[in-house]
Structure formats: C-alpha cells, structure tokens
C-alpha cells in the first residue's frame, strides 16, 4: 500500500508509516499501544544509548513501584496540580473498594522522596544519582503512537544534592552529556537546548531545561527534558540532613527523561515519502542483502556469495533477506520502507563481474563496488550516512527558523511555513498567553544563560528581557 505524501497529509503520512513498517499499533485499551519486534529493536538502541551514558556519568539504576498511595501526591500541591488531569486512580481491587486509592504513577517525585527520607541522614549520604526505567501512565486526550499515549516507556532520574549548585550543574550535565549527546550522535536528531518559560515548566520545578526538535511538518518536538527542582520536594517530604556546618538541611532535588516519544521523532526528523530512513548508529538493521537469482543453478551460488558478504561485514547488523516468495522489488520496497541505511543486490550478473550493487536510503541512485572492497567500503557508508542524516536535519531546521520583527510577522510565519520563530519577549506571561491563543505557537525554548536583550517584546512592544523561540508543538 503506498504511503499518503508528507506535503498532502503529515499526520496520515506518520500513521501509515508507523503500521507498514510493522512498529506498533493501538492496544485494546484506548490510547495504549503495542510496540512491535521492529520498533523494540529502535528503542532498545535508544535505551542502550542513554542507559551507558547515564551510568558513564555516574549513576545507578533502580525500580519503584507503579502504584503510589494517593496521600502522597497530596503534599506536594503544585506538583499534584500540574498532572490532576492525567492521573489515573485505582479505587477498587480484589473485589473490594480500596481503604485508600492507589494513583497509577504519572511520574515518581513523591514515593521516590518519601523514600529518601529514609536513605539521607547526613551530607556523607549525599549525592544520591538514580535512575529507573519504567511504565508511566497519563491519560492522554489525543492519542497518536510513539508520540502521545496513555501508557508509555521512559527512564526518570531521580537525585539528590548537598547544594543548589550541584543540583543545578546536574540537571545541565544530564541534558548535554546523556541526552544531547545520545540524541545527536546516535538518532542524528539535532536538537536547541534551552530553558523552559515558567507556564511550561515541569510541575514543581524551579527551572526546566529542555532540548527541542523541529520535526519535517515544521512543528516542534519537546524531545527531553530535565528540571531543577529546588527544596520543594524534599520540604514536602520532609527530607532533612545534618550539614557539614552541624545544621539541618533539606536536600536539593532534580529529575530528569525521555521517553519512547523519541522513536516518533527519529520517524519525523528523518522520514521521507517512501517510509523510514533510519541512522545507522540506531538502526536495528544497518545492512541489507538482498540476493537476486531466477533459476536454481543460480541460487546456490548467490545466497552463498551473500552469506559470505554477510558474515564479512560483522559486527554490524546484517540480515540477508533469503525469502523466497517474495521478488526482489518487493524487498527493496520493503526495506526502504523500514529504513534500512544500506542495501546490497547481489546477483549473477554481479557476481559475473566481480561486483555488488549498494544502494544508500539517505539519497536516490545506486552504486557499483568490487567485492573485495565490499567491507571498507560498507564501514565508511555507516559514518557518511549517519552524517549525511544529520546534515540534512540541520539544514532542514536551520532553513525553518525564522527571526521576526513584529508581532504581525510572528503569527504570519508561524502559519507559514511554520518552524521556530525567534524573538524578543517581555517575560510576562499574558503575552505569552496571547501568543498561544492567537497561533496554538508556545515558548519552546530560552536561552539556557539568561541573558540581555536587544529590542522591544514582539507582542506588547515592551522592552524584551528575554529572547524567546516560538514554535507550534506536539
């Protein structure tokens, strides 16, 4: 079945994409989903990626349970407030009705620093640098796969610190060194860091550092995020240690994540009309063989050439795709589709003259190359895709980003094209407010250093104090 066109029908586009490719499809329960084998080999690239970087800066992974007793959510008010609406309760179990109801965890702030309580004493326990990976549950009014859906898979760092500067210095670390790092240099996703305005901080945090990508619709993905939480979670719950002074102290809090929502990024950073085009530090499968005979005498030679092709090639992710009852154009169409980076045909023909044919999916056409040339020249395509990718997503997002003068060509340039318009803000929150109501466009990103700016708020017309990058989100 041909996929709808990205220009005609993005969210079709995205849809089909997500079905043909055999990466998941909704679940019984509205807004849940199923991920299949193909989209479980992307994330546990992902998950690989961000689970050695979390612990190459030091921190340990644990698990908390998915149920919270629903008296906790109700010290921290401000946290409660931001995800009322998300929260999913248990209220019966076991046939009877429950003494108290159990919330099914939107995120782990409170029993993790209820449970802190017990593990800080003193600054010698400090830091504490966790993390889990886990289900998360938010009852999401539009759902779509990957992007938004009521049950989701996710890591969430949980520390705790002696001083607000350490916090604050790992709440930055972590969005550079473990996200940034991993999302650029493994989904080839380039990314803005920046803080978040306070309306569109994370519920409780004191500041939210966000790293935001523009996706080939032209609207923004938040694609990570990691906050500075202050005392306020240790305040609520009561988490207290003796200071090198000989004080009481309350630790200082961040939290941190991303989520299976990165998969839907990589879909719409790097997709095209004819499906998937995946990187190849993420790809599950980085080269494909595709052998291509007719008559039975042929086929012994090929599939040998190809298995040896193949097992040349490891350690990378090959697969030869021996099928029978499928045609050679129906497997090229095939792994386009699925976005494999590589392919290599290999037929009578080819072995005739001493050759394969490769085939990028990062561009059109196709290229000869001599067998005993094969493996070099397949290691060097791995770092030239992989760049190539990048590139085009940079320059993509680079030609998207627009610098407006009034608040007349804001809202016009959001319309169209679309993509982050960058200009100068007042700070106050009911021009923000205007902005979003007037274009659906918010504040994805400031910068992550406060800094002077130049000209008037394009909205009031007020002196501007910050500089702020508007864009329509998902």
């Known amino acids: 079945m041909a996929l ?78 931001g995800f009322a609406p998300e929260v999913a309760v248990v209220t ?57 859906t009521t049950e989701f898979l996710w890591q969430e760092g949980h520390t705790a610190h002696e001083t607000a500067e350490e916090a604050i210095h790992e709440a930055r670390k972590v969005l550079h060194e473990v996200y940034l790092d991993a999302v650029e240099r493994v989904l080839a996703m380039p990314v803005r860091a920046g803080r978040k305005s306070p309306s569109e901080r994370f519920a409780g945090a004191e500041e939210t550092y966000t790293m935001e990508a523009l996706m080939r619709d032209r609207k ?32 200082y809090a961040t939290s941190w994540g991303v989520s299976t929502r990165l998969i839907g990024g990589v879909i719409m950073t790097h997709g095209d009309d004819k499906g998937l085009r995946l990187p190849p530090a993420l790809a599950p499968i980085q080269v494909v063989v595709v052998p291509i005979y007719r008559a039975e005498d042929e086929k012994a030679l090929v599939l040998e050439a190809a298995a040896k092709i193949a097992a040349e090639l490891t350690p990378l992710r090959v697969h030869v795709d021996d099928r029978a009852e499928f045609r050679p154009g129906y497997k090229f169409n095939e792994w386009e589709l699925k976005g494999v980076p590589v392919r ?56 998207h980003t627009f610098r407006a003068n009034d608040y007349g060509e804001l809202a016009k340039l959001v319309d169209d094209p679309g993509g982050f318009v960058v200009g100068g803000w007042c700070g106050d929150a009911e021009c923000e407010a205007k902005v979003k109501a007037d274009t659906k466009a918010t504040i994805r990103y400031l910068p992550l250093d406060p800094e002077p700016a130049e000209g008037d708020c394009l909205v009031c017309g007020r002196r501007a104090t910050e500089e702020a990058a508007w864009a329509v989100a998902y």
């Open 220 to 251: 923004a993905l938040q694609a990570g995020t990691s906050h500075y939480l202050g005392q306020n979670f240790a305040k609520a719950y009561g988490v207290k240690f003796l200071g090198r002074d000989g004080q009481e102290h309350f630790a």
């Open 344 to 399: 290599i045909e290999l037929g009578p023909r080819d072995l005739d003259a001493g050759q394969v044919t490769l085939a990028r999916r990062d561009v059109e056409g196709k290229q000869a190359c001599p067998v005993p040339e094969v493996t070099a020249r397949i290691t060097a395509l791995m770092d030239e895709v992989q760049d190539s990718l990048f590139r085009q997503a940079v320059e993509f997002r680079d030609a």
């Open 92 to 148: 019966h179990a076991g046939g009877e009705k429950l003494e108290e109801p159990l919330v099914v965890r939107p995120t782990s702030e409170t029993i993790i620093w209820h449970t802190y309580a017990k593990w800080i004493q003193s600054y010698r326990d400090l830091p504490l640098l966790y993390n889990q990976w886990a289900n998360i549950v938010r009852w999401e009014l539009r759902p779509r796969l990957f992007l938004r």
């Open 4 to 81: 709808p066109r990205q220009s005609e029908d993005f969210p079709a586009w995205y849809q089909e994409v997500v079905k043909q490719a055999d990466m998941a499809e909704p679940s019984l329960a509205r807004g849940t989903m199923v991920i299949k084998p193909y989209g479980w080999a992307i994330w546990e690239v992902i998950q690989r990626a961000i689970d050695d970087r979390i612990k190459a800066t030091g921190h340990q992974n644990y698990y908390f349970p998915m149920f919270i007793p629903a008296h906790l959510l109700e010290k921290e008010k401000e946290h409660v407030e």
